[in-house]
């Protein structure tokens, strides 16, 4: 088998067990009866409205066109979870470019150890891209965000990490009492919904990986996608 192969069997799997017997309403922090597959997370099911953000900041400039990321982001993230699910999970996004950031990368930069990454920055670039888009958007429409720094990124270069989960994730942190931490803009809209965060240039998979942790949720003090 090709590593290519094993990736896809190993997302269908990831997949399989998210999705498997939900019947339960949708909750944040709560999965589905325990069977022989262990919870399954009753977030995983149906439309996923994702707001997706491309910012960028006053001293760099994105190495890739606003199409090539759209491409990959919103028809390529859509047609992989299709296809994972067997049909039963997709991708609704409303695609942002390019929204500015006020400060320069250096303020967001964050460390490409996941153990190392400062929180606050990690909140900082969330609620700044928040802020940036509040007079455009309704945060209560979403389920998840997706940020995408413009700007070419590689362990410690560009953006620092070039995709992680912030919600549940980096934002509490993933070791002990993983959870949902709520976001705010300046102007007073909050958020609490799943947050990943991906570099432009990001492959397909890292979107994917990092977007099913957020999907997943929580239950019993753990991320149902580990």
Not at 10 to 24: D, E
Not at 56 to 81: C, K, M
């Amino acid at each position: 088998m090709t590593t290519h192969m094993r990736n896809r069997f190993i997302s269908a799997i990831v997949f399989t067990l998210l999705i498997v017997g939900l019947q339960a309403p949708a909750s944040q922090t709560l999965a589905a009866e325990e069977g022989i597959l262990g919870p399954q997370s009753t977030l995983a099911k149906g439309e996923q409205h994702v707001l997706m953000a491309v910012v960028t900041f006053p001293d760099s400039e994105p190495s890739l066109s606003l199409e090539n990321i759209q491409r990959r982001a919103v028809h390529g993230l859509d047609r992989y979870v299709r296809q994972q699910s067997y049909g039963q999970a997709w991708v609704k996004a409303d695609f942002r470019g390019w929204v500015k950031l006020p400060d320069p990368l250096a303020k967001y930069r964050v460390s490409p150890y996941n153990f190392r990454v400062d929180r606050t920055r990690v909140k900082k670039l969330i609620e700044d891209t928040m802020t940036a888009l509040e007079n455009e958007v309704d945060f209560s429409r979403y389920q998840h965000l997706l940020v995408i720094p413009g700007i070419r990124t590689m362990p410690g270069k560009g953006y620092g990490m070039i995709c992680y989960c912030a919600n549940p994730g980096m934002l509490s942190g993933v070791r002990q009492n993983p959870r949902y931490v709520p976001l705010k803009s300046k102007g007073g809209q909050e958020f609490g919904g799943g947050v990943f965060v991906g570099a432009e240039n990001a492959h397909l998979g890292m979107f994917a990986h990092d977007f099913f942790h957020a999907l997943g949720g929580i239950h019993e003090d753990r991320r149902v996608v580990p």
